[in-house]
């Protein structure tokens, strides 16, 4: 089991700056991609961002170049970097973590934590 704990969201204007971060713990091993994944009310979960354990990284049109996401393998722990910050941003961001199990893998989520980006 994988357990995934996400912090730093919170109330924000819009053009601001917030750090999110997701912190792993439990059977960690064969833990490949992570990534973050956001839900506004009334929408479909969708994905934000996601880094590989190589440090590849991928990202969705709308927040390229204004969010950037990191990894620190050894404190297990996952970042978002969010500037300029929009209120089409705000929703519930996931924390999501992939673990490879035989030829497939099995996708691990946190609680999520609400941004809000006032206009």
């Known amino acids: 089991q994988v357990q995934l704990v996400e912090s730093g969201g919170g109330l924000v204007q819009a053009g601001g700056s917030l750090r999110l971060s997701c912190a792993a713990s439990?059977?960690?091993?064969?833990?490949?991609?992570m990534g973050w994944y956001r839900q506004a009310p009334g929408k479909e979960r969708e994905l934000v961002a996601t880094i590989t354990s190589g440090g590849n990284t991928n990202y969705a049109d709308s927040v390229k170049g204004r969010f950037t996401i990191s990894r620190d393998n050894a404190k297990n722990t996952m970042y978002l970097e969010m500037n300029s910050l929009k209120p089409e941003d705000t929703a519930v961001y996931y924390c999501?973590?992939?673990?490879?199990?035989?030829?497939?893998?099995?996708?691990?989520w946190g609680q999520g934590t609400q941004v809000t980006v006032s206009s």
């Open positions: 439990g059977s960690l091993g064969s833990i490949s991609v």
């Open positions: 999501r973590a992939d673990k490879r199990v035989g030829f497939g893998r099995t996708p691990y």
